[in-house]
């Protein structure tokens, strides 16, 4: 196993969108361990996509357990990930690995329908609510070269500067 190097913010490489993945091998499940090491090396945080670390494919890790008293599926491995259906609208705060420095305020779909495979390979389809919906949107986001940056709900006060707003325990996604 193995800590990867995490890609910040304005690395052009976040821009990239990610293919899918066809084949679940030994080298994907070698990368799978070496990508939740890497999240779970960091600050808390509440998932990682591959390409955050440099492999453009759709894979990315969520895991929301932390915060007390919240619907969620526990550890989550979203191999080709999909929203297959969504519902309402709420804003909130996010926070990123390969955006150390800043969170910011960005609406995202209350409740989502999601089907995506597991490590095994299997289809499994989950329906997800709130703080554990919101962490699979950006975490899908990063697969299409998008960071919360690029949804700010307003350009003007949407985006906050940790060390000033002192949110240590914010997590990051
Ligand atoms: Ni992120």
């Known amino acids: 196993m193995a800590v990867?190097?995490?890609l910040t913010y304005p690395d052009s490489?976040?821009?990239?969108?990610?293919?899918?993945?066809?084949?679940?091998d030994e080298a994907l499940q070698q990368f799978i361990s070496?990508?939740?090491?890497?999240?779970?090396?960091?600050p808390t945080s509440a998932g990682i996509a591959a390409p955050q670390v440099g492999r453009f494919e759709r894979l990315v890790i969520i895991d929301v357990s932390f915060k007390p008293n919240?619907?969620?599926?526990g550890r989550l491995v979203l191999i080709n990930p999909e929203i297959i259906s969504h519902e309402?609208?709420?804003v909130g705060r996010?926070?990123?690995?390969s955006v150390p420095d800043f969170t910011g305020n960005v609406s995202r779909f209350e409740r989502i329908h999601l089907k995506a495979s597991d490590r095994a390979g299997k289809t499994q389809d989950y329906d997800m609510l709130g703080y554990e919906a919101r962490a699979v949107q950006h975490e899908l986001d990063h697969l299409d070269g998008?960071?919360?940056?690029d949804r700010l709900v307003s350009r003007r006060n949407s985006l906050f500067r940790r060390k000033v707003h002192n949110q240590v325990d914010l997590p990051k996604q």
């Open 34 to 42: 070496d990508l939740e090491e890497t999240m779970l090396a960091g």
């Open 146 to 149: 998008l960071l919360f940056l």
């Open 88 to 90: 309402g609208s709420v």
């Open 94 to 97: 996010e926070g990123c690995l």
């Open 4 to 6: 990867l190097d995490i």
């Open 70 to 73: 919240i619907p969620n599926h």
């Open 13 to 24: 490489r976040l821009k990239q969108i990610s293919r899918p993945i066809k084949v679940i």
